[in-house]
C-alpha cells in the first residue's frame, strides 16, 4: 500500500473476462474488458440491463458468488492484483479501500440494526476504533451527507427513514473509512427525481472534498455526464467505447453508442417531426451471440464478411483523450452524417371531449399503531382534481412518488371509488360505478396498460390465450375461430410474429411483454387508455420502439392517452398537454410548451432542472430542493409546496403557509395553482437552454 | 398495547368457553353416564336403576344447566330422597345441606372430584402439571438451543456439507414419531441386553446394569440426569428437527438479503456477519414456532410420559379418558386451552418486539 504512486492508475482492469457457471454451461458475462481509473477520477459505466456492468462492479469486490468466477485479466487496485488475493486480504480492501453504494437502500441496510451501530462498524472493524469514537465519527459523517438532526438518526432503524435519507446513509457507510475507490451501483434508480438531484450532488461533492475515485454504474446518459469524466458504453459484455465523456457524447466513433443517442428523447425530439430512431431487434442473450461484433445483427453499418469474421480489438482513436472504440468500421462511417429520418406525420387534430374530471377527491382512512387501533388518519391522496382529456389527445400526468398519480388512475378505472367529485366518461358518470358494476361496453372502452410487463402477464398462459381471453371478456368476436383471427391482427398491430402467440410469457424479452400488455388493452378497441409508467421497466433502446407503437396505435384509433409517468424527458416528447401533480393536487396545467418554458409552477421548475440530460449543449440552472415530500398523511397547512419552495420569500405576508393557493389561469389556458402574482411568473428565468452550436 | 391484551383476552376466554363445552357435551352424552352409573352404581343394575342413579346424581336435566352448574354460574343441584337426605352437588364431607354454598363449579374453584385418584380434582390436576412443567423445561433446554445451533449453522452456507449433513439429521428425527424413537432409545441406552448398555458394563465404564433408565418413574420424587435423559430426548429429538428445518429456512433466505451483501463487502468477517446481522433477521420465524412447540409438547407428552410411566400431566390425561373420570378430563381440557392460547399470545407480542419494523412508533 505504501509503495503506490499517486500518478499511477488507482484501479487498472485489463483484459477482464468472467463466466457464471450452470449445471448445463459456461455463461461469458464479461469479455475482454479494460478500463483505468485514476486517482480523483470518475469513470462512467453505461449500458442496458444484462450488458455485464454489474458484473464487472463486483468483480472488482471480488464477490461474485458461488457460481461467478474470474475467468481471466487481473483487476489492479493500487498496483496490486485483487484477483488473487485470500479472502483475509479483501476483508481489510472491502469497506476500507473500495466501498460500494447499492441500487436499492431499504434493502441494503440491515432491518434490525440501528443506523448508528450500522455505521458505527466499519471503523471499528478496520481501525480498531472504540465504540464511543466510532459513533462520534458517525454523527459527523451523517452531518457531511447533509441529514438533518444526526443523533435522531443514529438511533432510528432504517424503516423509519425515507428513501432518500436511507441512500444518504449507505453513502455514510461508505464513506466512513474514507476510501480510495467508490463504487456506485445506479445509487439513484429507486429514487424520485428531485431526490436523486440531491443524491448527485452529494456524490460530487464528496468526491471533491476526499479525492474518491469513482466508479458509477448507470443506464442513464444524463447522470453519466453530471457525474464523470470518462466512461465506458457496454454492450452485451463488452466494452464498445471508452473516452472522455465530452468526447464520447459529441464524436462517439462506435455504432452502438450512435444508436443510444439516437433513441433516447433529448430536447428537440418530436413526436411527429422528428421521432426517435429504435435500435432494431433484440439484445442478444449471453449464450447466443454472434459471431464477430456482437451488435453486428443490429447495426445500420453491418458488413458481411468483415464485421463477422472474427474478435474484434478496440481500436484507438488518434487526437482523442484516451478514447477506444471496438468497431472494424469506425474510420469508413461518417459520424457527422445526420440520422435517416423516421417517418414525419401530422399532428392529430384535437377531437371531441372524452374524460372530464370535476373537482375530484380521493381519501383513505388508516390506522395508525402495531396492534391495530390506534387513531385513524386520513390521507388526502388526491384533492380536488380537475380537467379534460380530448379525442386523440395525450396527456401527460407527471409528479413523484406519492404525489397521488396512481391513485388517480385507481379512481379512474374503478378499482376504487371516489370521495367526492365527478368524473364524466364519455357521456356517463362513473365516479361512484365500481368495475364490477360497470357494463362491458364501458370496461372495454377504458383500458389500461401496466408499468411492470413481468408482472402483469400470466405466467401459465400462453400469449394469445391471454389476448384471447380479453376478447371474450369484452364480447368481442361471434366464435372462437373469429377471436382467433383477432388476435392475429392484434399481434401484427403490435408488430410481434404472429407465432408468438403459442409462446409462453417467460419466452418472451421485456419489450415484447410490453407488446402484449399493449395488445391485451386495446382488445376491446379501447378509447381512453391508461397506461401507468409503461416503459419506465424497459430498456433505453426498447423505450423507443415500445413508446413509438403507442403512438402509432393512438393515430390509428383516435385514442385518448393518459400517460403517467416521472421521466420528464419522454413526457415532453410524446404529450400534448401536461399536468403536474404534487401532494395530490394538480399545480400545473397547460400544454407541453407552456409546461416547459417559463412561467413555471416552483415546483415544475424544480422538476425540469432535476432531470438529467444527456445532450453536452443542454445548460441548466441547478434548483436542489431540500427535504423530503411531506407524508401525505400529514400535509402542510396553505400550499402543498411551501416547505420546500424557493420562491416563498416573494410571496407577502404569511400566505403560503395559511392559503391553499387558487388556481391563476394564465394565457392560452395555461394553470398555476400558486400564490406568486403573475408580475414575478413572468419574470422567471427558462431552467434549460440548449447553447447555440 | 392495552386494549390489544384486552381483546386478545377476551376471545381466549371466548375460546375457552366454547372448547370446555364441547368437551363437557361429549363426556357427558348418554351412553356415557350409563357407564358412568354402572361403574360407580352396580355394574349389575337395570336400566330403570341406572336412569334413576343418572338423574340422583344431577345427571339429568338440559345439558346447558349442567354446564352452567359445572361452571358456576347456576346454582348447583340439591335433591331431598325419600329418607329426607338431602344430596346435592355443593354438599361433600363435612358440608352440610344447610350451610352449603349455592354456586360451586371452577368459577368458585371447585373443579370436582377425581374418580380415579379420589382427591380434588385442583390438586391432581396442578400436580401432574408440575412434573410435567419439569419435563416441558428440560425439553424446551435441551431442544432450543441445538435445533437453532443446527438450523443456523445449515442456513449459513446452503448447499455445503454442514448443510446436508445437518439437514438429513434434522429430516431423519422430525419423521420419526416419539413412539418409535422412544422404543428405539429404549432399546439403544436402557436394555441390559441390548444396545450399547451390554457393552459399557463389561468395560466398566457404567456402575449398573444401564447406562439410562428405561422408566421415569422415580423422576417424581428426583430428577436425575439417569432417569430423566430418555424421555427428555425422545421429546427434544421431534421438535429439533422441526425447529431446525424452519431455522435453516429462514436463515437461508437472510443469507441471501442485500444487507448481509452489504455487511460482507463493508469488510465483516463471516462469524461476525452471521452473528451480527444475519442471527436476529434470521430468529424472527423460528420464535413463532417455538411458541407453538408449546401446545405441541403437552400433547407429545401424553406419549412419552405413557411410554415411560412418567406420572404428569399426559400419563393423567390418559387415565382420566380410559377411566371415564368426566371431572378429570374437563379440567386437563381447560387447562390445555389455556396453555395453548397464553401461548399464542407471548408469540404474537414477541414477535412485535423482535422485529423493529412492527414496532410502535
Known amino acids: 500500500m505504501t509503495d503506490w504512486d499517486p500518478s499511477k492508475p488507482i484501479l487498472e482492469i485489463e483484459n477482464l473476462s468472467i463466466s457464471f457457471f450452470t449445471r448445463a454451461r459456461e455463461i461469458p458475462a464479461v469479455m475482454d474488458f479494460s478500463c483505468t481509473v485514476m486517482p480523483g477520477e470518475s469513470m462512467g459505466l453505461v449500458g442496458e440491463s444484462g450488458c455485464g456492468k454489474s458484473t464487472v462492479a463486483l468483480a472488482v469486490m471480488r464477490d461474485l458468488g458461488k457460481n461467478g468466477r474470474i475467468v481471466s485479466g487481473s483487476i489492479r487496485f493500487k498496483g496490486r492484483d485483487l484477483t488473487h488475493m485470500t479472502e483475509e486480504e479483501l476483508r481489510h480492501i472491502r469497506g476500507s479501500e473500495i466501498a460500494m453504494i447499492y441500487q436499492e437502500p431499504m434493502a441494503s441496510l440491515n432491518p434490525a440494526m440501528r443506523v448508528g451501530d450500522q455505521l458505527a462498524e466499519v471503523p471499528m472493524i478496520h481501525q480498531g476504533m472504540n465504540r464511543a469514537d466510532a459513533l462520534k465519527l458517525a454523527r459527523q459523517i451523517i452531518a457531511d451527507v447533509r441529514l438533518p438532526d444526526p443523533d435522531r438518526i443514529l438511533r432510528a432503524y432504517p424503516h423509519q427513514l425515507s428513501g432518500g435519507q436511507q441512500q444518504r446513509i449507505v453513502i455514510a457507510m461508505a464513506l466512513m473509512a474514507k476510501p480510495a475507490l467508490l463504487i456506485l451501483d445506479e445509487p439513484t434508480t429507486a429514487l424520485d427525481v428531485t431526490v436523486e438531484a440531491g443524491i448527485v450532488d452529494l456524490v460530487k461533492d464528496l468526491g471533491t472534498k476526499y479525492g474518491t475515485s469513482m466508479l458509477f454504474i448507470s443506464h442513464n446518459l444524463g447522470l453519466i455526464l453530471d457525474v464523470c469524466d470518462r466512461l465506458c458504453v457496454m454492450y452485451s459484455g463488452e466494452a464498445v467505447e471508452t473516452g472522455n465523456v465530452i ?91 445526420p440520422p435517416k429520418v423516421g417517418k414525419v406525420t401530422e399532428k392529430l387534430p384535437r377531437g371531441r371531449l372524452v374524460l372530464k374530471m370535476e373537482d375530484l377527491k380521493k381519501y383513505y382512512a388508516v390506522s395508525a399503531g402495531a396492534f391495530g387501533g390506534g387513531a385513524e388518519k ?82 401459465s398462459m400462453t400469449v394469445g390465450r391471454q389476448i384471447i381471453r380479453a376478447l371474450e371478456i369484452f364480447q368481442k368476436g361471434t366464435s372462437d375461430a373469429d377471436r382467433s383471427d383477432m388476435m392475429l391482427n392484434l399481434l401484427d398491430m403490435v408488430k410481434l410474429p404472429r407465432a408468438f402467440a403459442e409462446r409462453m410469457p417467460r419466452q418472451l424479452s421485456g419489450g415484447q411483454k410490453q407488446r402484449v400488455g399493449i395488445a391485451r388493452a386495446f382488445a376491446g378497441g379501447a378509447k381512453v387508455v391508461v397506461a401507468d409508467e409503461p416503459v419506465s421497466a424497459l430498456d433505453v433502446s426498447v423505450q423507443a420502439a415500445v413508446t413509438d407503437l403507442l403512438m402509432d396505435i393512438q393515430r390509428e384509433n383516435h385514442t385518448t392517452l393518459l400517460f403517467i ?123 434549460i437552454s440548449i447553447a447555440a452550436d | 398495547m392495552l386494549p390489544f391484551l384486552l381483546r386478545r383476552v377476551g376471545v381466549m376466554i371466548l375460546t375457552a368457553l366454547t372448547l370446555s363445552f364441547v368437551v363437557f357435551s361429549l363426556t357427558n352424552l348418554a351412553p356415557n353416564l350409563e357407564k358412568l352409573a354402572r361403574t360407580e352404581g352396580s355394574v349389575r343394575m337395570s336400566d330403570e336403576a341406572v336412569d334413576s342413579w343418572i338423574i340422583n346424581n344431577g345427571h339429568g336435566g338440559l345439558m346447558i344447566t349442567r354446564y352452567g352448574q359445572w361452571l358456576g354460574v347456576v346454582p348447583g343441584w340439591t335433591r331431598t330422597d325419600d329418607k329426607g337426605v338431602t344430596r346435592g352437588r355443593c354438599i361433600q364431607g363435612a358440608v352440610t345441606a344447610e350451610d352449603a354454598p349455592r354456586f360451586c363449579g371452577i368459577l368458585q374453584g371447585d373443579w370436582g372430584t377425581s374418580t380415579v385418584f379420589r382427591e380434588p380434582v385442583a390438586k391432581t390436576v396442578t400436580d401432574k402439571l408440575a412434573s410435567t412443567g419439569w419435563l416441558m423445561l428440560w425439553v424446551m433446554l435441551v431442544m432450543v ?4 445451533i443446527i438450523g443456523v449453522m445449515s442456513g449459513m452456507r446452503e448447499g455445503s456439507r454442514t448443510d446436508r449433513v445437518l439437514s438429513t439429521f434434522a429430516i431423519a428425527t422430525t419423521a420419526t414419531p416419539e413412539y418409535v424413537s422412544g422404543v428405539i432409545l429404549v432399546v439403544i441406552f436402557a436394555s441390559a441386553t441390548t444396545g450399547i448398555s451390554p457393552i459399557l458394563a463389561e468395560w466398566g465404564w457404567i456402575s449398573g446394569r444401564t447406562l439410562f433408565l428405561g422408566t421415569a418413574t422415580s423422576a417424581i420424587d428426583q430428577i436425575t440426569f439417569w432417569n430423566f435423559a430418555l424421555p427428555v430426548m425422545t421429546i427434544a429429538l421431534y421438535g429439533i428437527g422441526y425447529i431446525a428445518r424452519m431455522t435453516r429456512a429462514s436463515m ?76 378429570l378430563l374437563l379440567a386437563c381440557s381447560v387447562v390445555a386451552v389455556f396453555v395453548v392460547l397464553v401461548t399464542q399470545l407471548i408469540s404474537d407480542v414477541g414477535y412485535v418486539f423482535l422485529n423493529p419494523r412492527i414496532r410502535l412508533s
Open chain 2, 252 to 327: 437461508t433466505e437472510v443469507m441471501t438479503q442485500q444487507y448481509i451483501r452489504t455487511a460482507r463487502l463493508k469488510g465483516v468477517a463471516f462469524h461476525q456477519v452471521i452473528v451480527k446481522h444475519a442471527l436476529r433477521n434470521a430468529l424472527i420465524a423460528p420464535f413463532t414456532v417455538i411458541m407453538l412447540q408449546f401446545p405441541w409438547l403437552l400433547n407429545g407428552v401424553v406419549i412419552v410420559e405413557t411410554l415411560f410411566n412418567y406420572k404428569g400431566f399426559g400419563w393423567t390425561l390418559v387415565q382420566a379418558a380410559g377411566n371415564n373420570d368426566i371431572q
Open chain 1, 378 to 459: 386520513v390521507v388526502k391522496a388526491n384533492e380536488s382534481l380537475s380537467f379534460e382529456a380530448h379525442e386523440n389527445e395525450t396527456l401527460a400526468i407527471v409528479g413523484e412518488s406519492g404525489c397521488g398519480k396512481s391513485t388517480f388512475a385507481k379512481v379512474l378505472m374503478g378499482l376504487e371509488t371516489a370521495t367526492s367529485g365527478s368524473i364524466m366518461l364519455f357521456d356517463e358518470n362513473v365516479q361512484d360505478t365500481p368495475i364490477q358494476a360497470r357494463n362491458t361496453d364501458t370496461v372495454s372502452k377504458l383500458q389500461m396498460v401496466f408499468q411492470n410487463p413481468f408482472d402483469t402477464l400470466n405466467p
Open chain 1, 565 to 687: 409517468s416521472h421521466d420528464l424527458s419522454i413526457v415532453r416528447y410524446l404529450s400534448d398537454r401536461v399536468m403536474v401533480m404534487y401532494l395530490g393536487h394538480v399545480v400545473e396545467l397547460g400544454t407541453t410548451d407552456q409546461v416547459f418554458a417559463p412561467p413555471y409552477h416552483p415546483y415544475t421548475e424544480a422538476l425540469l432542472s432535476a432531470v438529467p440530460i444527456a445532450d453536452t449543449r443542454v445548460k441548466k440552472r441547478r434548483i436542489v430542493l431540500e427535504g423530503d415530500i411531506p407524508s401525505a398523511m400529514n400535509p402542510p397547512p396553505g400550499c402543498p409546496f411551501q416547505t420546500r419552495c424557493r420562491w416563498k420569500p416573494k410571496v407577502p405576508g404569511n400566505l403560503c403557509d395559511t392559503v391553499l393557493p387558487p388556481v391563476q389561469v394564465l394565457a392560452g389556458g395555461h394553470q398555476i395553482k400558486c400564490h406568486l402574482s403573475r408580475e414575478e411568473l413572468a419574470g422567471m428565468e427558462p431552467v
Open chain 1, 247 to 337: 468526447e464520447v457524447f459529441d464524436k462517439m466513433r462506435h455504432p452502438y453508442t450512435q444508436a443510444l443517442f439516437r433513441s433516447i428523447p433529448l430536447p428537440g425530439a418530436d413526436k411527429n417531426s422528428s421521432p426517435l430512431i429504435a435500435i432494431p431487434g433484440n439484445f442478444p442473450l449471453p449464450h447466443e451471440r454472434p459471431k464477430g461484433c456482437n451488435f453486428g445483427p443490429r447495426c445500420d453499418y453491418f458488413r458481411d464478411g468483415l464485421c463477422n469474421a472474427g474478435d474484434i480489438p478496440m481500436a484507438p482513436v488518434p487526437d482523442h483523450d484516451r478514447h477506444a472504440t471496438r468497431c472494424l468500421r469506425w474510420k469508413d462511417i461518417d459520424w457527422d452524417a
Open chain 2, 145 to 148: 438451543p441445538v435445533s437453532l
